[in-house]
């Protein structure tokens, strides 16, 4: 089975920094995806991690660490158009997501 | 920049209706997938196809789910008999490889809403 937990919501401050976490336990696993998904919309790829480690995108990086089944999405330099839901999803050729994690900026 | 798209945008039905939810996969990708997500839900998978066979499907996708690629183009959801329960976003998405170095493409999605 699939069990992906992730906080259900963070607020934080344009221009600030907030990390999302992601807990997985899956019976199959071949890497950890994050996606954006504005209400309404269809989710979009921001990053993904195959290995343990940090992987860098502009303002977004995101973690990995296979052996704690924990992952993280660090958004840097907040704006407003990131007030969005954030998806943790579980690759085994199918993606298996979280309940998401909605983002709210303030100014 | 090549995209997935899909028809309708939204889709209205009566309970116990056949509806047929369109998309058009990005050209050159081999794996195709639906997903669904219920209002205020996670996005949860249906079913994936490859080379004109399910690779694999969920526990949603029972006897009243069927896929078809009717083309070289085209790829279909269709619904027998619709239930209340069937209201949500339908999502297609397509992908170059089947390993996750490959992205899967999301389509805009279908609103279905069955009354």
């Known amino acids: 089975g699939q069990n992906i937990d992730q906080p259900t919501e963070m607020t934080a401050t344009e221009g600030a920094i907030v990390q999302i976490n992601c807990t997985y336990q899956t019976s199959g696993f071949n890497g950890l995806f994050w996606y954006q998904q504005h209400a309404g919309e269809a989710p979009t790829f921001l990053s993904y991690n195959v290995l343990d480690g940090l992987e860098e995108k502009g303002r977004f990086s995101s973690f990995l660490s296979r052996s704690k089944g924990y992952s993280y999405l660090l958004l840097k330099e907040l704006q407003m158009k990131d007030s969005a839901s954030y998806l943790c999803?579980?690759?085994?050729?199918?993606?298996?997501f979280g309940a998401g994690t909605t983002v709210t900026v303030r100014a | 920049e090549p995209e997935v798209t899909q028809t309708p945008s939204h889709q209205v039905t009566q309970m116990g209706q056949e509806v047929i939810l369109r998309c058009v996969p990005i050209?050159?990708?081999?794996?195709f997938y639906w997903y669904r997500q219920i209002l205020g839900q996670k996005v949860e998978f249906l079913v994936s196809?490859?080379?004109?066979?399910?690779?694999?499907k969920s526990e949603i996708f029972d006897d009243q789910f069927s896929v078809e690629r009717p083309d070289g183009s085209n790829f279909t959801l269709k619904i027998r008999s619709t239930k209340l329960e069937d209201s949500a976003m339908y999502f297609c998405?397509?992908?170059?490889?089947?390993?996750?170095?490959?992205?899967?493409?999301f389509g805009p999605g279908t609103r279905l809403t069955v009354t």
């Open positions: 999803a579980v690759h085994d050729y199918k993606l298996s």
């Open positions: 998405a397509s992908s170059g490889g089947r390993g996750s170095s490959y992205e899967q493409y």
């Open positions: 050209s050159n990708h081999l794996y």
């Open positions: 196809f490859y080379n004109n066979e399910i690779s694999e």
